[in-house]
């Protein structure tokens, strides 16, 4: 199915380049799992002690509505929307709304749910979105990288929508495909 012939798990493990996509799948997970319980109790009282991520029912509705669309496309779109968001401290324009159904596979009737998804993962602290992933990149002293990526419409071109495509996919496969 890939072109890659190393196991997801040693691929998403090794991608030290781009933490961005790292830190892009943290935040879907952190999102996903803060609205979904498997164990009630436990799940009520220790996740929030562990995570930043707090129940919202905005979000829990938009991930409920998106899981219609299917567990992988929901997926794929929150990560390339925490994927953007990470990018830039600007909002979420129709663009890059469209970008994220785009490059997801949606058609374009899923462009509203694609903008709400978005507008989830947009809700990151502007502070947050400031800093964390422009430490991650100096601490790799590749400052310059992360400005050339910032701000810059990445999912704009195709090639790079197939690649993050790919690497969602990645992503997905080493998430065990929740």
């Known amino acids: 199915m890939y072109r890659y012939w190393l196991p997801p798990r040693l691929i998403t493990g090794n991608i030290r380049a781009n933490h961005t996509f790292h830190e892009s799948f943290a935040n879907t997970v952190e999102a996903l799992g803060s609205v979904f319980s498997h164990m009630p109790l436990s799940d009520h009282v220790f996740y929030p002690l562990n995570s930043y991520v707090r129940q919202n029912e ?21 990560f390339l929307s925490y994927f953007e968001a990470n990018l830039t401290a600007e909002h979420a324009s129709d663009r890059t709304c469209e970008q994220v159904a785009e490059t997801a596979g949606c058609a374009s009737g899923q462009y509203s749910l694609s903008r709400e998804l978005t507008e989830v993962s947009f809700g990151l602290k502007p ?9 991650y990149f100096d601490l790799l002293d590749m400052g310059a990288e992360y400005q050339a990526l910032a701000d810059g419409n990445w999912l704009e071109k195709r090639e790079n929508q197939s690649f993050a495509r790919e690497v969602a996919a990645l992503f997905w496969e080493a998430a065990g495909k929740p």
């Open 58 to 78: 905005k979000m829990r509705d938009v991930l409920v509505r998106a899981a219609a669309r299917g567990a992988e496309r929901r997926f794929t779109m929150l």
């Open 127 to 135: 502070g947050f979105r400031e800093t964390t992933t422009p430490a």
